[in-house]
């Protein structure tokens, strides 16, 4: 059983709700990630996305597109990323997954890739430009090394996107509650939670919501109707304001208050 599936039959068995954090690799440096990655889990993250920062990055908004300038500026890569990744999985066990565009994977080279990442200790990818009709090489590859692959389900995914998905995601799927691109919103839309409950339906893997969601109260609403919540751009968003000690402290005291927020769904 991989990493992904262990942690959330562990979070089905306590009757709980997983709470997956993004942060972007590299931001502002991959010494600061890895000691972030061990305060996300110690604040109560159940899962991490790890953002593999890009010149082009369409689908997020400009918190997450300022931290992958930061982190590239910093002189962050893919290879430099799985370092990282297998150093900390000398500390912890907790699930981690790549999230980022088809195209720093593509020129890595996809069987290269895969082999690399699932040595180093990554559990899962999420390229957000690589739909399932598309992706059929590079899941043949990471399937092979026992790496989830993880697809995206929006408001707008027809019934034979959602089979499509369900049919080739594994890990968990990942539906995109609102249109557009990343970004904390003031509210959660209406139509999220009766689309989340008509797609669970049709889903044997566990479903998290992301995108847009920025607060306790907002993932606790989230978590009531889904297996989990991605909270990222409102983490990001404290990369821009702290450094250092009192980053990290404002981090672990965001991800503790989230935790709660979602506990008892």
Do not use: C, W
């Not at 040595?119 to 992706?135: F, S």
């Amino acid at each position: 059983m991989s990493r992904i599936a262990a942690k959330f039959s562990e979070l089905a068995k306590n009757k709980e709700k997983a709470l997956v954090t993004f942060i972007t690799a590299g931001d502002p440096d991959l010494e600061t990630t890895e000691t972030l990655i061990l305060e996300l889990e110690r604040s109560g993250a159940d899962l991490i996305e790890l953002g593999v920062p890009f010149s082009d990055p369409m689908a997020d908004g400009p918190t997450i597109q300022l931290s992958s300038e930061r982190a590239l500026s910093a002189g962050t890569t893919l290879p430099k990323i799985l370092t990282m990744v297998k150093s900390v999985r000398g500390r912890t066990e907790i699930p981690i997954i790549l999230m980022g565009y088809y195209n720093p994977v593509f020129h890595y080279g996809i069987e290269r890739f895969v082999v690399d990442a699932a040595a180093a200790g990554v559990d899962g990818v999420l390229l957000v430009d690589l739909p399932p009709e598309e992706a059929g090489e590079f899941k043949a590859a990471a399937d092979r090394q026992g790496l989830n692959v993880i697809f995206l389900l929006t408001p707008t995914s027809d019934d034979t996107r959602i089979g499509k998905v369900a049919r080739l995601g594994s890990g968990f799927i990942y539906y995109v509650s609102v249109t557009g691109v990343t970004g904390a919103r003031a509210s959660v839309a209406e139509t999220v939670f009766a689309d989340v409950e008509k797609i669970r339906e049709r889903l044997t893997l566990p479903l998290v919501v992301g995108f847009g969601i920025s607060d306790p109260a907002q993932a606790g609403r989230v978590a009531a109707v889904a297996d989990g919540v991605v909270v990222g751009s409102a983490l990001v968003k404290l990369f821009e304001e702290f450094k250092g000690h009192e980053l990290k402290a404002r981090l672990g005291t965001f991800v503790a208050e989230l935790k709660t927020g979602i506990s008892g769904n």
